[in-house]
Nanobody, 115 residues
C-alpha cells in the first residue's frame, strides 16, 4: 500500500520559516509529479506548489518568492521550504503524488502561523 507521510508542521510566528517533508513508500517515486496542497478551515483545498519528475516547478501566486519545493529521489522525499510565513498560510498541508491515473495523498500536517 502506498504511503505518503508528511512531517515538519507546527506553530510559528509570522515571518518565520518551516520546512515540510513528505516521505513516500511503495511507489516509483522518481516518475511521480509531487505536490503540496493546503486546506484552511472553511476553504477548498488549493495547490501550493508542485514539482514534476523532471524537476519543473510551479507555485501558487500567493506563495511565489516565499516557498520552495524540491525533491530528493534517492530519499523518496519531497520538501516544501516555507519562509516569510503569514497568518493566512495557516492550514493543513497535504502531500500528493501523481502519475498517469494514479493519485495518492498523505494524511496532512498542520501549519499554524501566529500574528
Amino acid at each position: 500500500q502506498v504511503q505518503l507521510v508528511e512531517s515538519g508542521g507546527g506553530l510559528v510566528q509570522a515571518g518565520g520559516s518551516l520546512r515540510l517533508s513528505c516521505a513516500a513508500s511503495r511507489i516509483i517515486f522518481s516518475i511521480h509529479t509531487m505536490g503540496w496542497y493546503r486546506q484552511a478551515p472553511g476553504k477548498q483545498r488549493e495547490l501550493v506548489a508542485a514539482i514534476t519528475s523532471g524537476g519543473s516547478t510551479n507555485y501558487a501566486d500567493s506563495v511565489k518568492g516565499r516557498f520552495t519545493i524540491s525533491r530528493d529521489n534517492a530519499k523518496n522525499t519531497v520538501y516544501l521550504q516555507m519562509t516569510s510565513l503569514k497568518p493566512e498560510d495557516t492550514a493543513v498541508y497535504y502531500c500528493d503524488a501523481r502519475w498517469s491515473r494514479a493519485d495518492y495523498w498523505g494524511q496532512g500536517t498542520q501549519v499554524t502561523v501566529s500574528s
